[in-house]
């Protein structure tokens, strides 16, 4: 298909932790049954935790797939989930309620995790200098009808640190790209003011995340990646109209615009027909 862009995050791309706590940073998918924090409801308690520190962390396999690229644009650093791994610390209604309950302790627990993150990015990015050009970091905020906690939480909660990791980023010369699944329109101006310089994956049938939509009320203050509907048109549609579709994203969209799915992953069920089309249509004049 030649691809113009990779994404070799550290955790995608073989970065090793030797640690017992690796687990929950490292395996965000598979959350633990028994949350460790579940019954935290002292920030004193949180020393008890042992969190995982940046130079445990290998980073050469993540080197090795830079160095191995090729001439495409290449994005790295470490994906950042700190939304997810609260999530799997605390246990997804402890962790809202604490929000409300108990703020200095999310506070102070988000700060070791996304610590930890910082620290690990400083390490990729000494160590990969020019063999990155973006740096792409992640969390799922959004469901498909709404964000998952209020705006004024996620101002409180989740913005700081969103900030943090894109100054970090261009300090380091990078452009910052971020990942969220959902239904994020409500806070795509604060993610646009926080530094954020391009916005992934678009997720076309969650609520507000149309490109018109976009289009009207962010085009030309961030530039786009995704769009491309991979719940319902990539799946099912035919390739004439998965291009028609491309063709639209473009002129909706662009010039500001990465084609790819509004997914950073397709599922089994997608036809390769399908990827071939949307990739000849993003790369036609």
Not at 167 to 183: K, N, P, T
Request: proline content about 7%; hydrophobic content about 45%; glycine content about 8%.
């Amino acid at each position: 298909m030649q691809d113009e862009f990779v994404l070799l995050s550290a955790e995608y791309r073989g970065a090793a932790y030797d640690g017992p706590e690796a687990a929950v940073f490292f395996d965000i998918l598979n959350p633990p049954v028994e949350p460790p924090l579940a019954d935290c409801a002292d920030i004193a308690e949180l020393n008890d935790f042992p969190w995982p520190v940046a130079d445990k962390l290998s980073i050469a396999p993540v080197m090795a797939a830079l160095q191995d690229a090729g001439d495409v644009y290449r994005c790295s650093g470490t994906w950042c989930p700190f939304f997810h791994v609260m999530v799997n610390l605390f246990g997804m209604e402890n962790y809202l309620v604490n929000m409300y309950e108990r703020p200095e302790l999310i506070h102070a627990a988000t700060d070791r995790v996304c610590q930890f993150y910082y620290d690990a990015n400083e390490r990729v990015f000494a160590a990969a200098g020019g063999l990155m050009d973006g740096f792409f970091f992640g969390n799922d905020f959004g469901t498909q009808a709404d964000l998952i906690c209020s705006p004024q939480h996620f101002d409180e909660f989740m913005l700081p640190w969103i900030r943090q990791f894109a100054a970090q980023g261009h300090r380091h010369g990078y452009q910052v790209l971020m990942h969220s699944c959902g239904s994020i329109y409500k806070v795509v101006g604060r993610l646009i003011a926080a530094g954020i310089d391009c916005l992934h994956p678009l997720q076309a049938r969650a609520a507000g995340m149309g490109a018109e939509t976009l289009a009207r009320e962010f085009k030309g203050r961030v530039a786009f990646m995704g769009g491309v509907d991979a719940q319902e048109l990539m799946p099912h549609a035919s390739p004439s109209a998965i291009q028609t579709e491309v063709r639209r994203l473009k002129t909706v969209l662009g010039p500001q615009l990465i084609v790819s799915p509004s997914h950073e992953t397709l599922q089994r069920d997608v036809p390769p027909a399908n990827v071939q089309a949307m990739a000849e249509a993003a790369r036609a004049d």
